[in-house]
Structures are given as structure tokens and as C-alpha cells.
């Protein structure tokens, strides 16, 4: 079943009915309570892009089916509500009724939860409807219309509540390109349609609004990527970033006992952290031997051990790269610190080279670009978030616990052997943290049961939605059931475990890890540099935490360094922290250590954000001890 995890790593790339209202309506608190549609089609996903008779008739099918399940059933989560509306409203776009889609619009924004998105959603539609009321749609003057009442909108934002909203704006759309949407669409979606001849409501979304976004905001790309930008420039005061202010660094301290964090992540550049002296070895194990010298199973895991694809015992410490891929290694760094600045609005040759390939790529193209990146952000992620696991923290031992997460951008489906040696794998794991002495892991990945049938679908199996489900849910609940009862089994550790970033409520979708509820299991959110809360990030109850997600610098492999964004960065800065107490206090217990970092956590007014304060979690661990 690892195959179907994936790293939670952000990039940004992409009613008429009221939530919560008293009906007879059946009230659904689980995604498994929905119900599935599935949908011949005579052609290819690809082909509705360009085919307006057959994407109509097939968006009416799909948004008759919306309307249906939002008069019969209460969905108790609002993102799920969000995602129904956000189809229905793209339809209405595409139709050309505007009434319906500003409504649908206004009742979107009325659902968002986050501060930034209660300001920025739908502002682009809602100018578009505006300007096509003002001008009608083929006026000569639309462009300069929809600028104009663009702007107006964007330039009296707060800026420091928006910025990262908006810089988001800016850097997807300046990637964007019918091409580019062509080819995501031909390489993800088409093998399984052609297959199985249907596509099914999961995907039926993300296919409207494609086709929206090429059809209706594409030809005002222009516009929109020039407000943003000047409204940029203009307000160009960056947040205040809290972090360093409130930061623990041990460098220098003395009598601090050594802390192993595993790191259950893609692999870590091992010569890395043995330059720092941050690597745990394993001193029963001879080097390149090939031979279990300790006989624990594993051969080879001088510095912690790994799994394959398919969750058998390999060795390893690093994701390896094929020679194709190790040929463009510099392009694809070159490439992520790109990616990176276009997040983050930052003007540089590298964001420029980016933003020229993406312009010029062809849809066929599209697949080995995506493939590339894919295998690079893998290859790295495990690297990347042990930087900040161990930083300021010369206690901290990295031990490396290494999953092999599927690359490719149709993943295998889900098989029951694989769902066993997951199962199997997840117990190895814990025992192998339990025989070393970890006291922390950090996990910044995540798998749901959606993502299990996506692949099913992606692949052309399963009669229809419906199976998918069902087979989906039996190899998810394996693996599900198994990493409960196997950190279950390890009270002595704390897991640090990533919310996601789908921007979605972790217990109505149930998510591995973040979904979890042990005394033992911290689940971490993202903010930004200023406390706020990122626009991808998941929540929930289980998400007690919040840390910075947002363009956190750190490693990759080889030794150079790069600010990347998701909760897979979120994480680690908090199992950064829980190392740092142990290494103070090796005593100290999961749940206290737990406890220390929600008292010194800051909670925000309006309850969403309880934002980690290392300095104040320390002070009270010196004040408990008697030191202050």
C-alpha cells in the first residue's frame, strides 16, 4: 500500500442551497455516506475540452446528480459542500447562466472558513460575471473592462491578511496554459476513460474545471497575472515572520542527552547529517556487506532501514535516481527553486525560466515534465524535512525510515497482497523504532481511501464508482487498522504526523495518518511566517497543532539548500521541537511532551490556528523541573 502514499508537499498549480439548513435531508458526517456516479462516455476526456455538444450534454448530466444530493442529503463539512457548489458554479459559467453562478459564488464564499479565502474566493468569477453583464462577452473593450473591476477588488484587500492568497494567484496563472491543461488532462485522465469507457464523479470536477478555466479565464490570464502583480509591487511589505523570535536553538548547550527522530519519510541524504554530527548508526551492522550482521531482519540499515514500492524489506537509504533522472538533476533543482518563487511572487531567473518552458510546452510534453517532477520531489522530500527535524538541535540522531512513494502519474491499483505487506511493513517499522530507541518520528505523508479509488479509476478497473468504493475501502481499512494498532503498540514514542494539504476536513475523509486518534499522535497543521493559516492545509480535530509550512528552508540531497512549502514542512518543525525537550529532559513521556507543546502554544481568537511557541514550551519545561 505504499505506493498509493504520497508526500504532502504544496505547490500551487489549482447556491442556491444553504449548509446546515433544518430539512428532512439525511445528514451525512462520513465521504462513505455520498453517493457515487459514474458516466458513459463516447470519447475521451481530452476531447470534451474541444467538443461543446458533448461536454454540454455531459456537464448537465453531472450537475443534475450535484443538485440531487445537495436537496437530499446535510453534508456536515463544508470543503465537500465547497467542492459540489465550485462544479455546479463552473457548469453555470460554462452555460452562460450568470445569475445562478453569482449566487453559487456568493455561497461558496458564505462557506469558507479560512480568513484569506472569506476575502479572495471567487473574486476572478465574480468580476468575469460582472464584466460580461457590463459589456456583454465579445466586446472590444472586455479585457480592459475586466482589468479595471479586477483591480478594484484586489487593491482594496488587506494585504497582510491576502498576500499569500494573491501571490498564489499570480504564480498559477503565470504557469497556466491550454496546453499545459491539455496535457494534464490526456496524461492522467484518458488511459482509464479509454479503458473502461465512463469517468466518475471524482474526476468529473476537476475535467469542468478545466475546461472553465480554459474557455473563461484564460483569455483575461493576462489581466489577472497584472493586477495581482501590481497590487504586489504596491503593497510589497512582507509579514513579519514570528519563528526566529520564538525559536529554541540548543547549539552549544550542554547536557543534553541524545534524541532518534526517525525520519518515515522518501530517504534522507545520509552525508548530510553525518557531516553534523545528526545520524544515528546502527553499530551492530557492517557497511555494504550485504549480510543482517544484527539479524533484525534488515540487511544493511546502518542508518535506519526502508521499504519498496511494494512493501518488502529493501536497503537504501536515499530514494534512488535512475541515470535518465540523475542526468537532469540540476534542471530539476533548477526547476523547484522556481516553483518555489513563483509561490511566492519572488522575481527571479528562475521562476523567469520557468514561467518561458511553461509557455512553450506542448501537451504531449506534459507527461515526462509532470513524471520528472514527480521523481525529483520525491527523491528529495525525506532530505528536506529531516534539515528540519535536526535543526539547532546537535542531540537530535536521524534515523532513516524510508518508504518508496510511486512517482508515476498513473499510480498502480491498489492490490490486496500489497494492503498485507503494508500492514506488515507498518508493524516492522514501529518494532524497528521500538528496538532503537526512537523517541520521535515525524510522518509527512498521507493516503486515503479516495486516492485508492482514483487509482483504480486511472487504471480503467472496477464496473463503475460504486465498486471502486467498496474495493478501495477494504485495502484502505487494512492499512488504516494496521499503523493504529502498530503505534498503538508504541507508547513510548511520539509520532508527529502532517495534516495534508487538500484544504479538507481530516475526519470526514478519513486520512492515514492525520485521521488517527492516540495519545501518541500529534497532527500538525500549516501556517505561514506570519501565523496564518495557508490555504492548503487540512483541519480538523485531530490537527491540535499549527507550525510554519510556508517556504521553510531546508536541504535537499547533495547539500544545497531550498524553502518549500506544505504541511510535510509543518510537521517536522514540531517534531524539531519535541526532540529539543527530550534532549533536555529524556524523561518526559509522549503525552507530556504533548502537553508542553500545547501549553506553550498560542490559540487564535477565532480557534482555528494554535500556533507552536518552542521558547514557551522550554520555559516550561525549566519551570517544571525547577531550573527557572
Not at 458533448?54 to 442529503?73: H, P
Amino acid at each position: 500500500m505504499h505506493r498509493y502514499l504520497i508526500p504532502l508537499l504544496s505547490y500551487s498549480l489549482l447556491t442556491l442551497f444553504t449548509f446546515g439548513q433544518e430539512s428532512s435531508k439525511q445528514v451525512v458526517t462520513n465521504v462513505d455516506d455520498l453517493p457515487r456516479f459514474t458516466y458513459e462516455l463516447d470519447l475521451l476526456p481530452s476531447e470534451l475540452l474541444t467538443d461543446d455538444v458533448a461536454f454540454e450534454a455531459w456537464a448537465t448530466e453531472v450537475e443534475a446528480d450535484l443538485e440531487t444530493v445537495l436537496a437530499q442529503y446535510d453534508i456536515q463539512d463544508k470543503p465537500t459542500v465547497r467542492g459540489y457548489l465550485n462544479t455546479l458554479r463552473d457548469i453555470a459559467l460554462w452555460k452562460g447562466e450568470y445569475e445562478k453562478a453569482k449566487a453559487l459564488t456568493l455561497e461558496i464564499r458564505s462557506l469558507q472558513e479560512k480568513p484569506a479565502d472569506k476575502l479572495t474566493s471567487g473574486l476572478s468569477a465574480l468580476t468575469l460575471i460582472e464584466t460580461i453583464e457590463m459589456e456583454g462577452e465579445r466586446a472590444e473593450t472586455f479585457n480592459k473592462s475586466f482589468r479595471e473591476a479586477y483591480a478594484a477588488k484586489i487593491n482594496e484587500l488587506p494585504w497582510d491578511v491576502v498576500q499569500d492568497n494573491i501571490e498564489q494567484t499570480k504564480g498559477g496563472y503565470e504557469m497556466y496554459s491550454e496546453n499545459f491543461f491539455t496535457g494534464i488532462v490526456q496524461t492522467n485522465y484518458d488511459p482509464g476513460a479509454k479503458e473502461s469507457k465512463s469517468i466518475s464523479q471524482d474526476l468529473a470536477g476537476g475535467i469542468i474545471s478545466i475546461r472553465v478555466l480554459i474557455d473563461r479565464f484564460l483569455p483575461v490570464k493576462d489581466e489577472i497575472i497584472a493586477v495581482t502583480g501590481g497590487y504586489i509591487a504596491a503593497n510589497r511589505v512582507e509579514k513579519a515572520d514570528i519563528w526566529e523570535a520564538r525559536d529554541v536553538d540548543l547549539t552549544g548547550e550542554s547536557g543534553l542527552q541524545d534524541v532518534i527522530v526517525g525520519v518515515w519519510d522518501s530517504g534522507v541524504d545520509t552525508a548530510i547529517f553525518e557531516k553534523t554530527k545528526q545520524l544515528w548508526t546502527n553499530t551492530g551492522e557492517i557497511p555494504g556487506d550485504g549480510i543482517d550482521n544484527d539479524e533484525n531482519g534488515f540487511v544493511d540499515d546502518v542508518h535506519g532501514f526502508a521499504h519498496d514500492l511494494e512493501g518488502r524489506r529493501t536497503t537504501g537509504e536515499l530514494f534512488p535516481l535512475p541515470e535518465e533522472i540523475e542526468a537532469k538533476r540540476d534542471d530539476l533543482v533548477y526547476l523547484y527553486k522556481g516553483l518555489s518563487d513563483l509561490q511566492a511572487a519572488v522575481d527571479s531567473d528562475a521562476a523567469s525560466a520557468l514561467k518561458q518552458r511553461m509557455s512553450q510546452i506542448q501537451p504531449e510534453e506534459v507527461e515526462s515534465f509532470l513524471l520528472d517532477l514527480n521523481y525529483y520531489g520525491n527523491y528529495s522530500h525525506g532530505t528536506h524535512v529531516a534539515g528540519i527535524v535536526a535543526n539547532g538541535n546537535p542531540a537530535a540522531k536521524v534515523l532513516v525510515a524510508r518508504i518508496t512513494f510511486d512517482h508515476k502519474n498513473i499510480p498502480d491499483p491498489p492490490r490486496l497482497e500489497e494492503a498485507v505487506r503494508f500492514r506488515r511493513a507498518a508493524f516492522e517499522a514501529v518494532e524497528y523504532f521500538k528496538q532503537s530507541g526512537t523517541r520521535v518520528v515525524n510522518m509527512s505523508w498521507g493516503g486515503s481511501k479516495q486516492g485508492n479509488e482514483i487509482a483504480y479509476e486511472m487504471n480503467g478497473e472496477g464496473d463503475d464508482a460504486e465498486m471502486r468504493s467498496e474495493m478501495a475501502k477494504i485495502l484502505f481499512d487494512i492499512g488504516y487498522d494496521a499503523l493504529v494498532e502498530a503505534m498503538a503498540s508504541a507508547p513510548e514514542i511520539l509520532f508527529v504526523a502532517a495534516a495534508g494539504n487538500s484544504d479538507n476536513t481530516v475526519e470526514f475523509d478519513k486520512v492515514i495518518p492525520s485521521s488517527i486518534e492516540l495519545p501518541n499522535v500529534l497532527v500538525v497543521g500549516a501556517v505561514d511566517q506570519a501565523g496564518e493559516e495557508t490555504g492548503f492545509t487540512s483541519f480538523g480535530k485531530t490537527v491540535l497543532v499549527h507550525a510554519n509550512g510556508f517556504e521553510v528552508d531546508s536541504y535537499l540531497p547533495g547539500g544545497s539548500r531550498l524553502p518549500l512549502s506544505g504541511t510535510s514542512m509543518a510537521s517536522p518543525n514540531v517534531a524539531n521541537l519535541a526532540a529539543k525537550l527530550l534532549a533536555v529532559d529524556p524523561s518526559l513521556s509522549p503525552e507530556a511532551v504533548i502537553s508542553l507543546i500545547l501549553l506553550g502554544a498560542e490559540r487564535s481568537e477565532d480557534g482555528r490556528r494554535n500556533l507552536i511557541h518552542p521558547a514557551r514550551s522550554m520555559a516550561l519545561l525549566q519551570v517544571k523541573n525547577g531550573l527557572l
